[in-house]
């Protein structure tokens, strides 16, 4: 049986390619992680994560389209599955749920 859950980083990554939509590169999800997290990431690592979330059935990836800024190399797109995206929607819902649930916190989400 598939792994369906997600650990921190890759709900992290997982949201990332979300938000870089067409251009969700490793590299760039590399620098996007970075500048939304204040953390260092290895570039190792992130492909790792791709390729678990890709296994899992959450990612789908292809080669996008040769550049002249990298030589002519091509970069391997990724894009989030609906099974993806509702392993995203499962894992806010149990975070909302536990804030909710914990009486320090008062949290109200928009759009839900």
Known sequence: MKETRLGEFEEVILLIVGILGDDAYALRV?????????????????????????????LTSAMGQSSPERGGRRK???????SGRSVLDD??????????????????????
Do not use: C, W
């Not at 391997?76 to 609906?82: E, F, G, N, Q």
């Open 30 to 58: 590399a620098d996007e992680f970075e500048t939304q997290t204040n953390r260092a990431v290895s570039i190792g690592a992130v492909h790792s994560s791709l390729n678990r979330l890709s296994e899992k059935g959450f």
């Open 91 to 112: 894992a806010r819902s149990l975070r909302l749920s536990l804030y909710n649930q914990y009486p320090g916190f008062m949290v109200e989400f928009v759009g839900s």
């Open 76 to 82: 391997r797109i990724y894009t989030i599955t609906a």
